[in-house]
């Protein structure tokens, strides 16, 4: 393969790999995402290669390995293209069966989706429930692409949009572009993606970094695993277009050490990507130049905060540091570094190809595009989801999610993990938006939904978070370190029975200076899942807390888990 | 412990300061613990510090200064498998095993780790023994999985 020099060549290249296909010819798309593989989803394709194999050449028909399809809950998943049969729990023994149906253009009914309650089956994706009230703008073409081909990314229009950045507009332009959508960061806090990019465009300096968060240590967060693993291109287009806007040439990927296919992925696209002209010198013969390399984190949660990221990178100890001046003015080596999260990185494609006005259509007032969330806990379908943004939570537990497993009532969701909040099931026909949610007391952080039945222990649950954050603060300010560690002895007091008069202030109090004096986002906000439960749940810390008070013992602590 | 492997790891890092993290999850990887000499190795072809890197060696939970169990079993406590009752899950393999997270018992048959999401929620409650999932566990399937692990 020589490195392609123009636009054209880009398009006579994909040209090349459409004729070469047959769209009519079925294709099996087999799942290897997190989930699926933990269900030994490698067993099933193994099979489909060896059975489709043995048929020779003229199969008549493709087996393709690839990442996640969202429905993990009744994985292993195969989907069958062009017509999108979706069979669920596929097992080796299954497999000359699909493959014998699939050539007589036969379905397997057996394995298709019934609906627990009416039996009734579905069996293309638009009609399963679980996909059907989606909108799989990102993830929806992870069933078209093995991550390993990136002729599989071309195929469904990949590095398009670059062409279009690179040739047909201007460095502001796609600034422009970006702060028109209203593109706001995935990773947490919602800020707009091109004010940021804006202020690293104009910090002084000529080098300039851009930067892949893909830590994502948040525990009940899967989805920008689910997406990178799957469609890696489609990550690394858009960090391309965003150099090109920012003036960087030179971008970093830092993700966790111990997703090895993840890894696997990413070094295989950076590899076909710099083959093919898309990366490295002269991009597409346009003059610009980018590289990109990969850095990991070890297993500190913190981490993945961005300027505790950024020292990672620079090989020093991660730990934040107070952000007077912002990182994209001065982050890694002190020179402007513009970090979005994958998923905000991976919409940037879609708002170069289709426009900003396409995309500020979806969505609400404030928050445009659609969100991936993971959804998990007690539901019946865990997952990942892509919405758009302004969805009724209760059309994603309900509706998608297929309910309360177990038959039992929903008596919470919590959005954003441990820097999170949990609102009560009252309030689950609140729309999933940054402003509307953050109102609430549960910000949608990165996108993790965990939904919570009636026997939930709230106390227990934010004892829970309190505990993961004090094992991962890095101990650097003192409000992060002792105030968390005082707290987390006040809950566990509480959940063991020993709850004293007064303790809810003292909650309340430690609360306040956590938020207010804590380094980095991790301690500000590691109070918010408290600081929830105390607004929707408080009657239930002051039960548990008489109990102890009045001496007769509490419930054990995880009384939630079954 | 493959001596010609970690010295080719650190070979391939020798100069590079900023490489530290890189060399020593590789060989964390490769030989599943980090020892003391290796740790001295590596300051030398990096030329920093011994401080430092063990410093950054004692920071990562990842990495361990002891050596690991020949089968090493993860627990995952994130929310939602504790929500789906890792806890019991946990006392159980503790039972099972007789060590404690982050112990490696006499015999060096398993280490125990617990942590945070890995996920693949729907899996859950969940061990990793190895690198392989054991999907949608309850205390009482526990001993069987386990005994296939010597």
Redesign the interface.
């Known amino acids: 393969m020589t490195r392609l020099q123009s636009a054209a060549a880009l398009e006579q290249l994909r040209a090349g790999i459409l004729s070469s296909r047959d769209p009519a010819k079925p294709c099996i798309a087999v799942c290897a995402g997190?989930?699926c593989?933990?269900?030994d989803s490698a067993r099933v394709a193994n099979a489909f290669q060896t059975e489709v194999g043995k048929l020779g050449p003229d199969a008549g028909l493709e087996v393709r390995v690839t990442g996640c399809h969202g429905y993990?809950?009744k994985?292993p998943n195969v989907v069958i293209d062009p017509e999108g049969i979706c069979y669920f729990e596929v097992k080796p023994e299954d497999v000359p069966e699909i493959i014998a149906c699939t050539l007589k253009k036969e379905v397997v009914e057996r394995l298709v989706y019934a609906h627990p309650d009416t039996g009734e089956k579905a069996i293309y994706i638009g009609e399963v429930p679980f996909y059907k009230h989606q909108m799989r703008l990102l993830i929806g073409d992870n069933t078209r692409i093995d991550p390993m081909r990136i002729d599989d990314y071309l195929a469904v229009g990949g590095y398009g949009a670059l062409a279009k950045a690179l040739f047909q507009m201007t460095p502001d332009g796609v600034l422009e572009e970006v702060k028109k959508a209203n593109l706001r960061g995935r990773g947490g806090g919602g800020f707009p993606a091109g004010l940021k990019w804006e202020t690293a465009k104009n910090a002084p300096g000529k080098d300039k970094y851009v930067i892949v968060n893909a830590h994502?240590?948040?525990?009940?967060?899967?989805m920008d695993?689910?997406l990178f693993t799957g469609n890696p291109h489609k990550v690394l287009e858009g960090l391309i277009i965003g150099a090109y806007a920012i003036g960087s040439h030179r971008g970093f990927i830092y993700t966790r050490?111990?997703?090895p296919q993840l890894i696997q992925h990413i070094e295989q696209a950076l590899a076909q990507a710099e083959e093919y002209g898309l990366l490295g010198e002269n991009i597409l013969g346009s003059g610009f130049d980018f590289r990109v390399e990969v850095?990991?984190?070890?297993?500190?949660?913190v981490s993945g905060e961005s300027s505790a990221l950024m020292r990672?990178i620079?090989?020093l100890?991660p730990e934040p540091r107070p952000k007077y001046i912002r990182t994209s003015v001065a982050g890694i080596w002190d020179k402007p570094s513009n970090l979005n999260n994958v998923e905000t990185w991976a919409n940037v494609p879609q708002i170069i190809s289709r426009g900003a006005d396409w995309y500020a259509g979806i969505g609400t007032e404030g928050s445009k595009g659609t969100k991936l969330v993971?959804l998990?806990?007690?539901v019946v379908n865990?997952?990942v989801v892509e919405v758009p943004m302004g969805t009724p939570l209760r059309k994603i537990v309900y509706d998608i999610g297929g309910g309360i497993a177990g038959g039992k009532a929903a008596k919470a969701v919590?959005f954003g993990?441990?820097m999170g909040g949990s609102i009560p099931a009252s309030l689950i026909d609140a729309p999933l938006d940054f402003d509307e949610l953050a109102k609430l007391g549960a910000p949608i952080g990165a996108g993790g939904l965990?939904v919570?039945d009636e026997d939930?222990d709230m106390v227990d649950?934010a004892r829970?978070?309190l505990e993961?954050l004090t094992n991962e603060s890095c101990g650097k300010c003192v409000p992060c370190r002792e105030g968390m560690r005082q707290t987390l002895k006040v809950l566990t007091n509480i959940t063991k029975g020993k709850g004293r008069e007064g303790d809810i202030a003292r909650l309340e109090d430690l609360n306040d200076v956590t938020g207010a004096a804590c380094l980095c986002a991790l301690g500000r906000t590691a109070s918010d899942p408290l600081k929830s439960m105390l607004r929707y749940f408080k009657v239930e810390y002051e039960t548990q807390i008489a109990r102890g008070s009045e001496g007769k013992g509490g419930k054990a602590a995880?009384s939630?888990?079954? | 412990m493959d001596i010609a492997k970690i010295d080719q790891i650190i070979e391939k890092h020798r100069g590079k300061a900023g490489d530290l993290i890189h060399v020593l999850m590789e060989i964390q990887h490769e030989n599943h613990w980090l020892p003391r000499d290796v740790l001295h190795q590596i300051a030398a072809a990096l030329d920093i510090p011994f401080s430092r890197v063990l410093r950054i060696a004692t920071l990562y939970k990842t990495f361990s200064l002891t050596p690991k169990g020949r089968n090493e079993v993860h627990v995952c406590t994130g929310i939602s498998c504790h929500l789906r009752g890792a806890n019991k899950l946990l006392d159980a393999v503790e039972r099972a095993t007789g060590i404690k997270p982050g112990e490696t018992d006499a015999n060096r048959r398993f280490s125990l780790e617990t942590g945070s999401c890995l996920g693949s929620c729907s899996l859950g409650p969940e061990i990793i023994v190895n690198g392989t999932h054991h999907a949608r566990m309850t205390p009482a399937k526990v001993e069987d999985v386990l005994k296939e692990y010597q």
Request: charged share 15%; hydrophobic share 35%; aromatic share 12%.
């Open positions: 997190a989930a593989h933990g269900l993990c809950e994985g994502e240590g948040e525990p009940g967060a899967f695993r689910a050490h111990d997703a850095h990991f984190d070890v297993g500190i949660f990672s620079e090989g100890p993971s998990s806990g007690n865990s997952g919590h993990g441990p965990l919570m939930t649950v829970y978070f993961f995880g939630a888990a079954t």
